[in-house]
């Protein structure tokens, strides 16, 4: 699809136009093949057939355009609402069963969206999009049930910017005007939400995150807090203690969602840190009955200072002279072990513990703090205890990390400092395997010695061991499968391994059809996407020799006519292959890629002949000795 047509859908200047072209077949195409920017809108998408059925209809003022279905209902309407001399689309409306669904603008005349609105049927979000990169940055309007819906999704897809998108912030908290003893109550379950993401991961625990459903709010009807009730200036309305029911890959849980703030007319924001219901455990915030006491502890207005501090400094420290960081950096530390003190819950001492692990390494790693050796050293030591192995393993990737970056910017030997970083690598993987940051590191260690041209042997080992160390724990299967994917990858030489996909333009892909066939699979990215028209040289030598050349796409936007951009545009036109979520989808985990772009080259008699060919040049012999009958 053109891009510009995609973004602005600039369509027929003049009805003249649209005559002569008699309803261009491109054009009805372009506006069948339209596709709302926010993934998740339900709408009505005709199958080949219906398309071939289906009409224009634009208004005698060039203002407005209707596609219409085979039975003439309504599929979509782009409409020019401010009449601009541009004649530029800025409403796009997307339908479902005749009734308009979902709804994208461009209030700003720019040819870029930025609101989305779910109507009618479809609810009642209206999300805002400031910096215009699709993806929603507040949401306007949502209501109760809608932010219960976003928190599961969020959970299930473990995206905390999603979640993060629902809760409560900041200055939100300071329109309530709740009083200041209810404000600090709050800022301190505010405080906690992005740490405690993770956590709220890991208890839910979904089978299958895109599997997962969200099938209802429970909660009793919502309160209200009145005016001078415990200080308030006017009425609050809450839920408290609620709960969702959701789906888990056929079976049903009960997810926690704790206290929903009503902030608007018709908008809710969350406070509480989502996990498995309890019933011992209600959370309650502003409607407290008798026996039950707040689950924000007396030392949270505490913590909430000392981390206004933190980010004060970390805000003012980016704008100092480079000279002048370390010292921040040092109160950032000190601050954040008066935290770790503080906390009021193993859990979020731990939390804090693992933030400032990665605080000390993110500030060595810029070169801003040398004292960050040592004191690393300190944490790893006071957290190295039986029964602590995450968290001493997780201190101690960070701490490798640290004295890498230290080592660097001393000056000194570069490749004493890599040997010694990859010698520490290996100790962690031998002594924490078990644990998430051991498996990384094996991960880790395994693929660069892949990258470094080792044998095979020792990265199949590191792989191997990966998987099998991991056993069945479900916070690290994803560890699991791209390590399986790796060994599948190195051993997979003179195998028939399966292969199957989904291409863009959603029909099935096996290589297993293309007997007779040389098949090459391109996996590439965006960074990567200007090996891809080098590459076609060499394959446009060789297609006449029954060369078929495949993308396989690993950038991480849902819509295939985006993602496939980068290749449209420099005139790769070769089938694509695409699954979601980039080097964690699917495609990227079956195989183990790491670092795009990378090629797998299968033989006529379908198994494969060579896996790790990274350059064109590569490509370029390895054909030659596939078609001589030297592989």
Not at 105 to 112: E, H, I, M, P, R
Not at 212 to 237: C, H
Not at 397 to 406: G, H, K, N, V
């Amino acid at each position: 699809m053109n891009k510009s047509f995609l973004y602005t859908f600039a369509f027929f200047v003049t009805a003249a136009l649209v005559l002569a072209q008699d309803k261009d077949k491109a054009l009805l195409e372009q506006a069948l093949n339209m596709k709302p920017i926010q993934s998740d809108a339900e709408i009505d998408i005709p199958s080949a057939e219906e398309a071939a059925q289906c009409e224009l209809v634009v208004s005698d003022d060039n203002s407005r355009m209707k596609l219409l279905g085979p039975q003439k209902q309504i599929l979509r309407v782009f409409i020019d609402t401010d009449h601009d001399e541009k004649h530029l689309v800025d409403q796009w409306s997307y339908y479902q069963n005749g009734i308009e669904v979902y709804r994208e603008l461009d209030t700003d005349s720019n040819g870029k969206r930025d609101q989305f609105r779910w109507l009618n049927t479809a609810g009642t979000r209206w999300g805002v999009d400031e910096n215009e990169d699709g993806i929603i940055d507040y949401w306007k309007q949502i209501s109760a049930e809608e932010v219960s819906r976003e928190i599961i999704l969020a959970v299930a897809a473990e995206d905390v910017r999603r979640f993060l998108r629902v809760t409560l912030s900041q200055s939100e908290l300071k329109t309530l005007d709740i009083g200041h003893s209810l404000t600090e109550t709050v800022a301190g379950k505010i405080a906690k939400l992005q740490v405690g993401f993770a956590e709220a991961v890991a208890a839910v625990n979904f089978k299958d995150g895109k599997n997962a459903e969200w099938f209802q709010l429970n909660a009793v009807m919502p309160g209200i807090v009145p005016a001078g009730s415990r200080g308030l200036p006017k009425d609050l309305t809450v839920f408290e203690n609620a709960a969702v029911t959701a789906g888990d890959s056929g079976s049903v849980k009960q997810i926690a969602v704790g206290t929903l703030i009503k902030i608007g007319d018709n908008n809710w924001r969350t406070i509480d840190i989502p996990g498995i219901y309890d019933e011992n455990r209600p959370l309650f915030t502003f409607i407290q009955p008798a026996g039950i006491t707040n689950s924000t502890g007396p030392a949270d207005s505490e913590v909430v200072a000392l981390m206004n501090q933190v980010q004060a400094i970390q805000s003012e420290a980016a704008a100092l002279p480079k000279e002048q960081r370390p010292a921040k950096h040092k109160q950032v530390v000190g601050l954040l072990l008066e935290i770790i003190k503080k906390s009021s819950t193993n859990d979020e001492r731990e939390n804090w513990i693992r933030q400032l692990a990665d605080t000390i390494m993110d500030a060595a790693g810029r070169n801003e703090y040398p004292e960050g050796k040592e004191q690393i050293v300190k944490l790893f030591n006071s957290v190295n205890k039986p029964g602590k192995e995450e968290l001493a393993a997780h201190v101690r990737s960070r701490q490798i990390m640290t004295d890498y970056y230290i080592a660097l910017a001393a000056g000194g030997d570069d490749m004493k400092a890599y040997t010694t970083w990859l010698e520490a690598l290996e100790e962690l993987c031998n002594t924490f395997g078990s644990t998430e940051a051991g498996l990384e590191g094996m991960i880790q260690l395994a693929s660069y010695k892949e990258m470094a041209g080792a044998a095979n042997e020792e990265s199949i080992k590191w792989y191997t061991k990966a998987a099998e160390t991991a056993g069945d724990k479900p916070s690290t299967q994803k560890l699991v499968q791209k390590a399986k994917g790796a060994v599948r990858r190195l051993t997979a030489e003179g195998k028939a391994v399966p292969f199957t996909a989904m291409d863009t333009e959603k029909k099935p892909f096996d290589v297993a059809a293309y007997s007779g066939k040389y098949v090459l699979l391109v996996f590439w990215e965006q960074n990567s996407a200007g090996s891809l028209p080098i590459i076609k040289t060499v394959t446009d030598k060789f297609e006449s020799k029954g060369l078929i050349p495949v993308s396989v796409n690993l950038n991480t936007k849902e819509d295939s006519d985006a993602v496939n951009s980068a290749a449209a545009n420099s005139e790769v036109n070769w089938r694509t292959l695409y699954a979601s979520n980039g080097l964690d989808g699917t495609l990227a985990t079956y195989w183990g890629i790491i670092t795009p772009p990378y090629m797998i080259l299968y033989g006529k008699d379908g198994k494969v002949l060579k896996t790790n060919i990274a350059t064109a040049e590569e490509l370029q012999q390895t054909l030659q000795r596939a078609v001589s009958g030297e592989l």
